[in-house]
């Protein structure tokens, strides 16, 4: 069976409302800020809306770097990416001056519920929930307040929350077979036990019938262009000219067309019916292109059902 | 318009820790045919069909698509997908049952969780401002809520390892189950939840068939009637809630009717041992109430399948006539942040 290891990463680009803007910034600039609801109560790390009436939430309100663990959670074994690397306890925090509280991390070896905590700041802040580098024990007072407005020059109105997730892919049994056919240069399909079509590239279902397929069938190597389109943008990071033909191929034997690229042959003069055959570079895992065989066309009755 | 609906056929896969030798839809179909085996339907005598799973577990984007090749999709059926546990697809198939729409759905869910690192692929759920980028994983949260239940006096470690023990004592009757028989409770994963305190990780499926009226009649013995199901949610942060309760279950329970009789089974999902201290609270379940009988999600948690499956056990006691009034529950998101509660109930005996 066929494995391979699947990254897949993303940088998660998302704009900020007024609210979080000014909760991000704030961070950026060491000031922590909350926004209070109608009845009084102050949300940290602040919302637009308020979570019991939904009413739209604007009015900011400074709170103190110090706060207290409502839960905790000792973590001691961290995972990549996690604020520390070594072992920490995750936490609620209540901040002084909040009546919720803000989950982060904790530099201690012991934490309980009640202890008394303070900000860590990060040295390079950029306004994200990761300026706050972690909390670590405090027992003096709360700070001071500034008094801050909420009012930045300099606001930050986006973030970007960079993710990674590993995986080992395995494509399951009928796809490890064709992905291994190919590495001999061969196409090979299953036929439907029920409608007697051949799939390629075999799933292991026959989407018409809803049962597994299994008896394999080697298809091609020529086929029959059955529809194609003129490709006029060059795509990023791809070393093909333009304009260029994709288009759809039933290799002989085949009840479902795959795509490919057609080649060999000036672009305006690809057509339907064109039979083709594969082109394999040295050591590639799939055809190239497909090239004209010199065979007269297909009829269009052989290949109507197939479009 | 009202119409009765009723669950009248389950089929799940065993849930195992790799199915490395099968694509999605490979690992799904005999499941769809047991299901269907079940009743005597055939895919074509569907009238609306309903999945839930996720791109997350799979790596890849519009992955329901692939596995949509095991219902006989072509010609175009009619069709539906929620990115959420397959309890709220049978939600939505029973929606569009009720407006009269389809006779008859299918509803099904799966999740491969072995190709990933499971802790790590669920913080992608979480707010993607304050805590995604924190990367703080299930078991971490799930510890976060032991801790406040623990504070707060409603359990102890001894009460956690008791469930834990229960479940997969229970789970030793559950052909299906992941985990069964005794398990120790092992070092702490995340302080307070030891490793018996979590579920294991798994790949599996799970397949229902929904009726209304006669239709449920002709296809099953003793149909288990959906009397009422709803869901809530609680506020998106963590910090704005009391991690100690559930109010949004206690919510979807009522408006589920759960609370107008007493029910004698229950179906939980409840992933962490301590959730289901939470659960039993929000849900006033006492002694007298049998609670997982197959083991719950301690004993199998194939992630978005895992709350379909409740609700397809419970149904099956109801079918075999070995319960009359069950609870079915369903939970998604960190902390039971969301949840479905469903009443089923067989015919007078
Ligand atoms: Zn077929």
């Known amino acids: ?307 | 318009m009202t119409r009765d609906i009723a669950v009248v056929a389950f089929a799940q896969s065993d849930i195992r820790r790799t199915t490395e030798e099968s694509s999605e839809v490979e690992m799904l179909m005999p499941v769809l045919h047991d299901v269907l085996h079940r009743t005597g339907l055939k895919t074509a005598d569907i009238g609306f069909t309903c999945s839930g799973s996720s791109d997350y577990l799979a790596g890849r984007a519009f992955s329901f698509t692939l596995a949509l090749d095991g219902v006989g999709a072509w010609p175009p059926i009619s069709e539906s997908h929620v990115e959420m546990d397959g309890a709220w697809a049978l939600y939505e198939a029973w929606v569009k049952l009720r407006t009269g729409d389809a006779d008859t759905a299918l509803v099904y869910a799966y999740g491969k969780s072995s190709p990933g690192h499971l802790r790590d692929v669920l913080t992608r759920q979480l707010d993607p401002y304050y805590v995604a980028p924190l990367w703080p994983d299930s078991v971490a949260l799930a510890a976060l809520q032991a801790q406040a239940l623990i504070d707060a006096g409603d359990t102890d470690e001894r009460e956690l390892a008791e469930i834990a023990a229960r479940s997969r004592r229970a789970a030793t009757l559950n052909p299906h189950a992941q985990q069964r028989g005794s398990h120790p409770q092992g070092d702490y994963v995340v302080t307070p939840l030891r490793h018996g305190d979590c579920p294991p990780i798994g790949d599996g499926a799970a397949a229902v068939i929904l009726a209304a009226g006669d239709r449920a009649r002709e296809l099953c013995d003793r149909p288990a009637w959906i009397r009422g199901i709803d869901h809530r949610i609680e506020a998106h942060s963590l910090g704005v809630r009391d991690l100690t309760d559930s109010p949004s279950t206690r919510l979807a329970a009522e408006k589920a009717g759960a609370f107008e009789r007493p029910v004698d089974t229950a179906e939980l999902h409840a992933p962490f041992t301590s959730q289901e201290v939470v659960l039993r609270k929000a849900l006033k379940l006492d002694d007298s109430v049998r609670v997982n009988l197959s083991g719950g999600a301690l004993a199998a948690n194939p992630v978005m399948a895992a709350g379909l499956i409740r609700i397809g056990e419970a149904a099956t006691r109801v079918h075999r006539g070995e319960a009359d009034r069950a609870l079915a529950h369903a939970t998604s998101g960190p902390c039971l942040q969301q949840n479905l509660v469903a009443v089923l109930e067989g015919d007078p005996r």
């Open chain 1, 1 to 307: 069976m066929l494995k391979a290891p699947l990254v897949v990463e993303f940088p998660f680009t998302r704009s900020l409302g007024p609210v979080q803007s000014a909760f991000l910034t704030g961070l950026r600039e060491r000031t922590v800020l909350g926004v209070r609801t109608t009845d009084g109560r102050v949300l940290v790390p602040p919302v637009e809306y308020d979570p019991v009436t939904a009413e739209e939430l604007r009015d900011l309100v400074e709170v103190a770097p110090t706060g207290t663990v409502t839960t905790w959670a000792h973590n001691p074994a961290p995972r990549r990416d996690q604020p520390l690397a070594t072992p920490f306890a995750w936490a609620l925090i209540r901040l002084d001056g909040a009546d919720t509280a803000l989950l982060h991390a904790v530099d201690a070896d012991t934490v309980h519920t009640g202890m008394r905590v303070r900000i860590r700041w990060a040295d390079d802040r950029e306004g994200a929930i990761t300026d706050i580098a972690c909390f670590e024990p405090y027992d003096g007072p709360a700070p001071e307040l500034t008094g801050h407005s909420g009012e930045f020059a300099d606001p930050v109105t986006g973030i970007v929350a960079p993710a990674r997730l590993d995986y080992t892919y395995s494509p399951g049994r009928a796809q490890t077979a064709y992905i291994t056919a190919l590495s001999q240069q061969r196409t090979v399909g299953e036929r439907c036990p029920r409608c007697r079509k051949v799939y390629v590239p075999p799933r292991g279902a026959c989407p018409t019938c809803g049962v597994a397929t299994a008896e394999q069938v080697e298809v091609g190597p020529h086929g029959t262009v059955t529809t194609f389109c003129v490709v006029n943008i060059k795509a990023k990071n791809l070393d093909i000219e333009v304009p260029y033909v994709y288009g759809h191929i039933a290799l002989d034997g085949a009840d479902l067309a795959l795509h490919g690229r057609i080649a060999g042959i000036p672009y305006d003069q690809v057509r339907m019916g064109l039979r083709v055959e594969p082109v394999w570079t040295e050591g590639a895992r799939y055809p190239d292109h497909y090239r004209p065989t010199g065979e007269p066309d297909a009829d269009y009755d052989t290949y109507k059902e197939l479009l």
